[in-house]
């Protein structure tokens, strides 16, 4: 088992950058509480509209807007889990998320890819992530696989099962899919069952976890509803992130973008715990702030630093492990 390095210990070795201070986390939380009881949350998926509604959500069909107390909410943010294990195919490679350890992967998903061979840019194929997955298998400092591209040569309805199998069969660290719905994160737990021996053994050791996006501003869209579900039923992590931009599809402010962000993956990791009390959750960004220019996401830019540096803070302020991208 891989221990991580260690990020924000209590010491004063050198320059230290604090985003947000207790208080000021405080009020990010309570502004927070407020838009999802006062505002509510889209939900799309009747049964999501079920557990919010049985868990004392006030739940309109018609709208399908969700309003959570705050009471309910923070019931569910403390029964997530503070410690998360992602097991890979090997041991050597399980990793431990919890406190202030650090651990690193690689992004997912490449749209396009420079062919090693001849320089030609061009649309990945299934053998491409087959690559990509022994290339971060062999990576010491890449401490699990994402997904790194997506297979462009297969029937795209059925993809995601095409990507597990490719980055599955090439390498022995813990393997992060966006499943795209319920229905195929369940085959995928199949080939993860397969490959540990039984469904008995995978559930002792998941291999796999999964990721879903929340759709900004405040939507919980089906696919993400049956992610979300179906994660928290067969004991797999999920990882819950959020990719608002602030000054599109949430505030130009960062505190008023991170009570949006905040709001979507508080939601989701409701949904999370009702499904299933103590279900393992990831609380992730990959938000950023919107280049006025280009109306695209301004990725690698100072804004996009100090977003992912609050959400970490928040996620510590929760006890929830977090995952941030796109630094």
Known sequence: MRPGLFAGKNRTWGLSLNILSGDELTDIHLGTLELLEKTGIFVENNEALDLFESGGAAVNRQSKMVKIPPYLVEECIGSAPSRVVLYGRDAKHDLVLDGSRVHFTNFSEGVQIVDPYTGELREPVKKD?????????????????????????????????????????????HCAFGPGNGKLLRKIV????????????????????????????LKLINDCCEIIIESARTGTVCNILSMAMAGATAPVTLAGALVVHNAEILGGITLSQLARKGAPVIYGSSTTAMDLRTATASVGTPEAALVSGAVACLAKYYKIPSYVGGT
Do not use: W
């Open 129 to 173: 992530l087959e690559d990509a997955a022994r290339v971060i298998d062999y990576l010491d400092d890449v401490d699990f696989c994402e997904k790194a591209l997506g297979a462009h040569d297969v029937d795209q309805k059925t993809v995601p099962l095409h990507n597990a199998e490719a980055f599955l069969s090439n390498t022995t660290k």
């Open 190 to 217: 199949q080939m993860g069952a397969a490959i540990a021996g039984s469904g008995e053994k995978f559930n002792e050791r998941p291999m796999i976890s999964f990721t879903t996006c929340p759709l900004s501003p």
